[in-house]
């Protein structure tokens, strides 16, 4: 026999085999199985497809379909447990073929930190942080935490604390001039100094929450990683204050540059000094958010006032928390029930509220902000509530506002969609 005729035996006989491996073409894909040795394969440009599938079959490969636009085979072995590198460097050898690479895996890359009570943390799945990590993990400029103060010392908050760099620690001056002496990490209107340490453990918790040390193989991860956080102690060591204190540490919060105030407390009468307060943050373009409070039935202030966000609390069957206040003042909700984080201690512990749903919205508009820092805080708004997901009655109510915080959404919209449309507001 010939050696061309040699060949037109083996064509022939290569060709049956793949016949009678069903060939598909390009017009009915099939998805090949993960881990099944398939290969993808560029072939020289004008080689007709039937010696495509005859080179393939010489490497012990099957046609599976041909990727458009940029030509490229995808091919499986006709035998199962085939060396994949010895396949491909058979193709590599041929003349006919451009190049040859291994079918790799692809997996989704939601970013997970090494903090190891991380697991218990279910509210971080539950609003998609993981997914929004691996687009944003913060902004640079503070979370204002107006509430007991924080544990200075806690090793999942002391690298996260806001640090005021015209300040000189300790030497009893106003460096600054900001009418603050002392006021390095924040200031502390309860004792007038500059050491807003937490006594009750309240503040510790709600600033873990939006922005505890992550990745530090220790204890929790907070939802904005590179966040730092103003510490403004307005609440004493029982958990209490007063309106004069509130006002001051809001307007404290917005003059050193705070784009962001969250409220996780609450009171029940009209303040005309803690509203004026508000009004002068909204004025300076920062972004308030508040607990909505616990119990009482009717939004509390300040969540209650015009332009602060109100946030309720839900559960981790993602409901409502049953004992969250409800009202036309809600806007948003998060989760708040049995919620780790960290104490005053150098530990952590569990705590449920709407005082800790409210650091979930302050991060992840946190997050958001770091992406599009030139967004106004009313655009932030419109991202966080029209990304929300509906957990209860269709459409806006006054348990859910707009629905529970939604970290991946929030951000996949400021990346990926947002373009500077009419913005929504805060409803009430």
Same mark, same amino acid.
């Given at each position: 026999?010939?050696?061309?005729?040699?060949?037109?035996?083996?064509?022939?006989?290569?060709?049956?085999?793949?016949?009678?491996?069903?060939?598909?073409?390009?017009?009915?894909?099939?998805?090949?199985?993960?881990?099944?040795?398939?290969?993808?394969?560029?072939?020289?440009?004008?080689?007709?497809?039937?010696?495509?599938?005859?080179?393939?079959?010489?490497?012990?490969?099957?046609?599976?379909?041909?990727?458009?636009?940029?030509?490229?085979?995808?091919?499986?072995?006709?035998?199962?447990?085939?060396?994949?590198?010895?396949?491909?460097?058979?193709?590599?050898?041929?003349?006919?073929?451009?190049?040859?690479?291994?079918?790799?895996?692809?997996?989704?890359?939601?970013?997970?930190?090494?903090?190891?009570?991380?697991?218990?943390?279910?509210?971080?799945?539950?609003?998609?942080?993981?997914?929004?990590?691996?687009?944003?993990?913060?902004?640079?400029?503070?979370?204002?935490?107006?509430?007991?103060?924080?544990?200075?010392?806690?090793?999942?908050?002391?690298?996260?604390?806001?640090?005021?760099?015209?300040?000189?620690?300790?030497?009893?001056?106003?460096?600054?001039?900001?009418?603050?002496?002392?006021? $390095?990490?924040?200031?502390?209107?309860?004792?007038?100094?500059?050491?807003?340490?937490?006594?009750?453990?309240?503040?510790?918790?709600?600033?873990?929450?939006?922005?505890?040390?992550?990745?530090?193989?220790?204890?929790?991860?907070?939802?904005?990683?590179?966040?730092?956080?103003?510490?403004?102690?307005?609440?004493?060591?029982?958990?209490?204050?007063?309106?004069?204190?509130?006002?001051?540490?809001?307007?404290?919060?917005?003059?050193?540059?705070?784009?962001?105030?969250?409220?996780?407390?609450?009171?029940?009468?009209?303040?005309?000094?803690?509203?004026?307060?508000?009004?002068?943050?909204?004025?300076?373009?920062?972004?308030?958010?508040?607990?909505?409070?616990?119990?009482?039935?009717?939004?509390?202030?300040?969540?209650?006032?015009?332009?602060?966000?109100?946030?309720?609390?839900?559960?981790?069957?993602?409901?409502?928390?049953?004992?969250?206040?409800?009202?036309?003042?809600?806007?948003?909700?998060?989760?708040?029930?049995?919620?780790?984080?960290?104490?005053?201690?150098?530990?952590?512990?569990?705590?449920?509220?709407?005082?800790?749903?409210?650091?979930?919205?302050?991060? $992840?508009?946190?997050?958001?902000?770091?992406?599009?820092?030139?967004?106004?805080?009313?655009?932030?708004?419109?991202?966080?509530?029209?990304?929300?997901?509906?957990?209860?009655?269709?459409?806006?109510?006054?348990?859910?506002?707009?629905?529970?915080?939604?970290?991946?959404?929030?951000?996949?919209?400021?990346?990926?969609?947002?373009?500077?449309?009419?913005?929504?507001?805060?409803?009430?």
């Amino acid at each position: 026999m010939t050696r061309s005729a040699l060949f037109v035996t083996l064509a022939a006989m290569l060709l049956s085999l793949w016949l009678a491996a069903g060939p598909t073409s390009a017009a009915t894909p099939e998805s090949a199985p993960l881990d099944d040795g398939s290969v993808l394969v560029r072939f020289v440009d004008g080689l007709p497809d039937e010696q495509v599938r005859i080179q393939l079959a010489a490497a012990g490969l099957r046609a599976v379909r041909r990727i458009p636009h940029i030509d490229v085979w995808v091919a499986q072995p006709l035998v199962a447990a085939t060396d994949t590198a010895a396949t491909l460097g058979q193709l590599d050898a041929s003349t006919a073929v451009l190049w040859a690479e291994e079918n790799g895996r692809v997996t989704a890359q939601d970013t997970l930190p090494d903090d190891p009570r991380y697991a218990e943390q279910w509210p971080l799945p539950l609003i998609g942080a993981p997914g929004a990590w691996d687009l944003a993990h913060g902004m640079t400029a503070p979370i204002a935490i107006v509430d007991s103060g924080l544990d200075l010392d806690h090793g999942d908050l002391q690298a996260k604390l806001w640090r005021n760099v015209d300040e000189v620690a300790n030497n009893g001056l106003d460096d600054d001039g900001n009418g603050y002496v002392d006021d $390095v990490f924040g200031y502390d209107l309860v004792d007038g100094d500059g050491w807003p340490q937490d006594e009750y453990g309240h503040g510790s918790h709600v600033g873990s929450i939006a922005g505890a040390a992550a990745n530090n193989a220790l204890g929790v991860a907070g939802v904005a990683w590179d966040t730092p956080l103003m510490v403004v102690r307005v609440l004493n060591a029982t958990g209490e204050g007063n309106t004069a204190d509130l006002a001051e540490g809001i307007l404290y919060a917005a003059d050193q540059g705070a784009p962001i105030i969250n409220l996780s407390l609450g009171y029940p009468i009209p303040s005309s000094a803690v509203k004026a307060a508000v009004d002068y943050a909204l004025d300076q373009g920062c972004l308030l958010v508040a607990a909505v409070g616990n119990q009482d039935g009717t939004v509390r202030f300040p969540a209650k006032l015009d332009g602060v966000l109100g946030v309720s609390a839900t559960t981790s069957a993602d409901t409502v928390w049953d004992q969250s206040n409800q009202g036309p003042e809600v806007d948003l909700a998060a989760p708040g029930e049995a919620v780790l984080g960290c104490n005053h201690l150098g530990g952590w512990v569990l705590k449920t509220g709407t005082s800790m749903a409210a650091p979930h919205v302050s991060a $992840v508009a946190a997050l958001v902000w770091g992406l599009r820092p030139e967004l106004s805080s009313a655009q932030v708004v419109d991202i966080l509530l029209s990304t929300a997901v509906d957990i209860g009655d269709e459409g806006a109510d006054e348990y859910s506002g707009a629905g529970r915080v939604s970290a991946v959404a929030a951000v996949e919209k400021a990346v990926c969609r947002y373009r500077h449309a009419l913005p929504l507001v805060a409803r009430h």
